[in-house]
Each structure stands twice: as structure tokens, then as C-alpha cells.
Nanobody, 119 residues
Framework: QVQLVESGGGLVQPGGSLRLSCVFS????????MGWYRQTPGKQRELVAA???????NYADSVKGRFTISRDNAKATVYLQMNSLKPEDTAVYYC?????????????WGQGTQVTVSS
């Protein structure tokens, strides 16, 4: 069974930086597409950034130019480097892994890590 464990969240001042990490275990990391989502109370979970098994990336418009997603297949880890953080980036951030076959889709979530941007 796939497990995802996030770390790196915390409290940071506006304009600061954080790097989130998500360690993957239980299957072959390199064949999964990976993503970071975030959620605030009363709102739907939203995609922040994603990276395919081949390394292609996409970002939410709100974080383009500030956040960078990357993956290290040797360490089975995906990262989210967050720079120029704003108060509106405050949320619980979730790691996601996804793989689709002809007949099935496999989707897994981490437990989430809190990011708070405040002075």
C-alpha cells in the first residue's frame, strides 16, 4: 500500500520561504504522477503544483513564478519549494500520488502539513 509522509510545514513571515517534502513508499515511485494540493477551512482542496512521472510540471496561476515542484526518484521524494509566500498561501498542504492504467486509477494522499504565513 502506498504511503505518503509530508514534512516541512510551519509558520513563516510574508515574503519568506519554505520547502515541503513528501516521502513515498510502498510502490514504484518513478511511475507515479505527483502533486501538491492545499485546502483552507470551508473551501475545496485545490491543485497547487503537479509533476508527471516524466518530469513535466504545471502550476496554479496563483503560485506561478513563486513555487517550484521537483522530484528525486532515487529518494522517492517530491518537493515543493515555496518562495515569496503570502498570507493567502496559508493552508494545509497535501501530497498526492496518482497512476492510471487501462482499467483502474490509483490515487493516494498524505496526511497534510500546515503552512501558516503571518507576521
Amino acid at each position: 500500500q502506498v504511503q505518503l509522509v509530508e514534512s516541512g510545514g510551519g509558520l513563516v513571515q510574508p515574503g519568506g520561504s519554505l520547502r515541503l517534502s513528501c516521502v513515498f513508499s510502498g510502490s514504484i515511485f518513478s511511475i507515479y504522477n505527483m502533486g501538491w494540493y492545499r485546502q483552507t477551512p470551508g473551501k475545496q482542496r485545490e491543485l497547487v503544483a503537479a509533476i508527471t512521472s516524466g518530469g513535466s510540471t504545471n502550476y496554479a496561476d496563483s503560485v506561478k513564478g513563486r513555487f517550484t515542484i521537483s522530484r528525486d526518484n532515487a529518494k522517492a521524494t517530491v518537493y515543493l519549494q515555496m518562495n515569496s509566500l503570502k498570507p493567502e498561501d496559508t493552508a494545509v498542504y497535501y501530497c498526492n500520488s496518482k497512476r492510471a492504467t487501462i482499467s483502474s486509477e490509483y490515487v493516494y494522499w498524505g496526511q497534510g502539513t500546515q503552512v501558516t504565513v503571518s507576521s
